[in-house]
């Protein structure tokens, strides 16, 4: 049983902390919601900055998990690596890349301003099926384990408001105007057609 009847999708670069971490908030609030990446490839911390953990999309978080256990299980656990990717595994068995699903969403929200632009570009270069309204939203959000939490939080907030307008294409304006009050973050919105 779902809030709402809108199909929400929650993206950031590699589908690894702030998409997941948000996922994982709007399933526990009975949304119906998926996650994705838009990055050539899944990036996370490594030994050093310049040295991060790289690998394919499709990818199990479970595959993962082993090899950074295997690499260093101290700096992993140190740094909540080992712990996201524990609560990735048990919400859905990979990181996915927003643009090869063929899944219709009402609401994709973004985590940053730079993959707003990714989803922009893919969805207005493809064409539509159904000429049917995406509302395209973007929340920028770090990418720590603080700052996804914190994210989460206030993405829930955002669906929560946005399930309760009436007619949510008339209102969208008012209810995100509404959210930059009430959360003090400014917001990008654009509408693009699925």
């Known amino acids: 049983m779902y809030i709402s009847d809108l199909r929400i999708a929650v ?3 590699s589908n690894m902390n702030r998409s997941m ?21 899944v990036k996370i911390p490594g030994s050093s900055f310049d040295k991060p953990n790289v690998y394919e999309f499709g990818t199990s978080y479970e595959e993962i998990y082993l090899d950074l256990l295997k690499k260093d299980k101290s700096l992993y656990t140190q740094n909540g690596l080992l712990h996201t990717l524990d609560r990735n595994r048990r919400i859905k068995t990979h990181p996915e890349k927003f643009q090869e699903t063929p899944e219709k969403f009402e609401i994709l929200i973004t985590c940053e301003e730079r993959v707003y632009d990714q989803v922009l ?7 539509p099926t159904e000429n049917s309204i995406v509302h395209v ?6 990418d720590n384990l603080e ?8 993405i829930t907030d955002l669906c929560l408001m946005i399930a ?4 949510l294409d008339n209102e969208i304006e008012e209810v ?4 930059e009050e009430k959360s003090n973050r400014s917001i990008l919105h654009s509408i ?3």
């Open 11 to 13: 993206i950031c670069s």
């Open 21 to 41: 971490e948000a996922h994982a908030f709007l399933a526990k609030k009975g949304f119906d919601v998926k996650s994705y990446g838009t990055g050539d490839k």
């Open 121 to 127: 570009e893919y969805m207005e270069n493809k064409t």
């Open 137 to 142: 939203v973007n929340i920028d959000i770090q």
């Open 147 to 154: 700052e996804a939490t914190i994210g989460a939080f206030l």
């Open 164 to 167: 309760r307008a009436e007619d």
């Open 176 to 179: 995100l105007h509404n959210f």
């Open 192 to 194: 693009v057609f699925n």
